[in-house]
């Protein structure tokens, strides 16, 4: 063997056992109790769990967004996703509008691939849906570009109706995943309108103009368009407890239809965007953090599996640099919250540690869900044999306070800051690569590789 990860406890979707690790060729090629074999290097996880290394469904990295740039490229962005127990990412790569959704994929290419330290992989953002540009999508889904994100609000992004069902009915024939930001631009509009002219310049009314009942029509809307086209669809970062209701019943109903939250929602409260001042400007995003006690119901639909992966949403714009060109007037803060260094900590913390949800539960939605909604399980997502040694040693012992300056995105504030986690990655592996340990980076720059993913497991439900 290469590696043998040795004395942990394996955790997987569906297991929690003591077994060693055998590493080979970048694959699991063993799983033992005191495995009989020897390991050319060989790790003493004794005291840890041994997890499948993240699946990111959600990051936006070097992304032209809203007037300016994420602040970190890929080499930033993928060593802060290793820190923090993420072998995979799954980033977004934009359509510009009169352009080719072949030329996103390699402009995505471009930045990702020399600087990469974690595998990736990209959804694709449909922003111009012109017949050229629908009949890209069966090609890109055989070349293994197999989601779509589509919006239904944001300037120059929002995609009406009409659009929208166009590229739902390719999709289906395809098995295209289509990905759905679920906002109501037009009340959203409104809302701005009217808080503008009312004189509110705080970002506390990124928040106050983005009500539940935005989210819940555009769940509910797209959920019956979905329904028409008789298409899967994933519904990304999902904010709003109401709106997962939606999402429950439709699934009750027989639908096939999945959601996405992320760490912010499931931590934070909307009461942290309402304070005076500046600093409030952290938590700015899109759909916003909703107010207190939101983030239980959003737990219990993680449990019933509603929410069945949690993906950071990584954007980081720096809170005195790019989120200023919003300073007097808060629709121009650019939204986006970093997390794709805290993402398995603050999940894993909050959800077994102080809510006592399943490992299990919480590894699957952390990677196997993901991993199998996006095509990539299971060579992604699992602890098997075969599969990519992607693996994370997790201290449940190791207590750690965030702060930003012990973490490596490349931004100048987290929304954690001087929260307490239970549990940490203290190593994290990825294709048999020890790429960070104990906070240190240690894989070398362009190390990451694209990974070609399939079919999502929605289309086989
Ligand atoms: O606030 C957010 N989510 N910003 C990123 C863009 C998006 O909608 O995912
Ligand atoms: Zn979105
Ligand atoms: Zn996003």
């Given at each position: 063997m290469d590696l043998i990860i040795r004395n942990g406890i394996v955790v997987t979707?569906?297991?929690?056992?003591?077994?060693?690790?055998?590493?080979?060729?970048?694959?699991?090629?063993?799983?033992?109790?005191?495995?009989?074999?020897?390991?050319?290097?060989?790790?003493?996880?004794?005291?840890?769990?041994?997890?499948?290394?993240?699946?990111?469904?959600?990051?936006?990295?070097?992304?032209?967004?809203?007037?300016?740039?994420?602040?970190?490229?890929?080499?930033?962005?993928?060593?802060?996703?290793?820190?923090?127990?993420?072998?995979?990412?799954?980033?977004?790569?934009?359509?510009?509008?009169?352009?080719?959704?072949?030329?996103?994929?390699?402009?995505?290419?471009?930045?990702?691939?020399?600087?990469?330290?974690?595998?990736?992989?990209?959804?694709?953002?449909?922003?111009?849906?012109?017949?050229?540009?629908?009949?890209?999508?069966?090609?890109?889904?055989?070349?293994?570009?197999?989601?779509?994100?589509?919006?239904?609000?944001?300037?120059?992004?929002?995609?009406?109706?009409?659009?929208?069902?166009?590229?739902?009915?390719?999709?289906?024939?395809?098995?295209?995943?289509?990905?759905?930001?679920?906002?109501?631009?037009?009340?959203?509009?409104y809302l701005i309108e009217e808080a503008l002219a009312a004189g509110e310049s705080h970002p506390r009314w990124t928040a106050r103009t983005r009500p539940p009942v935005a989210e819940v029509e555009a769940t509910n809307r797209i959920l019956q368009l979905a329904e028409l086209i008789d298409v899967p669809i994933y519904i990304v970062h999902m904010s709003s407890g109401d709106a997962v209701d939606v999402l429950d019943r439709a699934r009750d109903g027989g639908q096939i239809a999945i959601g996405e939250t992320c760490p912010h929602y499931l931590a934070l409260d909307g009461d942290e965007i309402e304070a005076d001042g500046w600093e409030a400007a952290r938590f700015t995003c899109a759909p916003p953090i909703r107010p207190h006690p939101n983030h239980e119901r959003l737990w219990h639909h993680v449990s019933r599996g509603t929410l069945a992966a949690i993906g950071s949403d990584h954007d980081c714009f720096d809170?005195?640099?790019?989120?200023?060109?919003?300073?007097?007037?808060?629709?121009?803060?650019?939204?986006?919250?970093?997390?794709?260094?805290?993402?398995?900590?603050?999940?894993?913390?909050?959800?077994?540690?102080?809510?006592?949800?399943?490992?299990?539960?919480?590894?699957?939605?952390?990677?196997?869900?993901?991993?199998?909604?996006?095509?990539?399980?299971?060579?992604k997502g699992t602890i098997a044999i075969s599969s990519d040694a992607d693996l994370v040693v997790y201290d449940p012992r190791r207590e750690t306070t965030i702060t930003r300056e012990a973490l490596h995105q490349r931004v100048d504030f987290t929304p954690f800051e001087g929260w307490p986690v239970v549990g940490y990655p203290v190593l994290t592996v990825r294709r048999g690569q020890v790429v960070a340990r104990d906070n240190e980076i240690l894989a070398p720059r362009g190390s990451g590789a694209c990974v070609t993913r399939g079919i999502s497991s929605l289309f086989s439900s």
């Open positions: 979707e569906t297991d929690v056992q003591p077994l060693d690790v055998g590493i080979a060729g970048g694959r699991i090629a063993a799983l033992g109790y005191r495995l009989d074999a020897t390991g050319a290097s060989e790790i003493d996880a004794s005291g840890s769990f041994v997890l499948p290394g993240g699946v990111d469904s959600h990051t936006h990295i070097e992304e032209p967004f809203m007037g300016t740039t994420t602040s970190d490229d890929w080499y930033q962005g993928t060593s802060a996703a290793a820190a923090g127990g993420t072998t995979t990412v799954v980033d977004f790569a934009y359509q510009l509008p009169g352009g080719s959704l072949h030329d996103a994929v390699e402009r995505w290419h471009r930045k990702a691939g020399a600087n990469a330290i974690v595998d990736y992989a990209f959804h694709v953002v449909i922003v111009d849906p012109r017949p050229d540009v629908l009949a890209e999508i069966p090609v890109l889904v055989a070349e293994g570009y197999t989601s779509f994100k589509l919006f239904m609000c944001y300037d120059g992004l929002a995609l009406d109706d009409l659009a929208i069902l166009r590229i739902l009915r390719v999709a289906r024939e395809c098995g295209g995943l289509p990905m759905i930001h679920a906002e109501n631009d037009g009340l959203i509009r809170l005195n640099g790019q989120k200023l060109l919003g300073r007097d007037r808060f629709d121009a803060i650019p939204l986006g919250i970093p997390g794709v260094e805290t993402r398995l900590p603050v999940v894993l913390s909050e959800g077994a540690r102080r809510r006592h949800l399943d490992l299990r539960t919480l590894v699957a939605a952390l990677s196997t869900n993901p991993a199998r909604l996006l095509g990539l399980y299971p060579r």
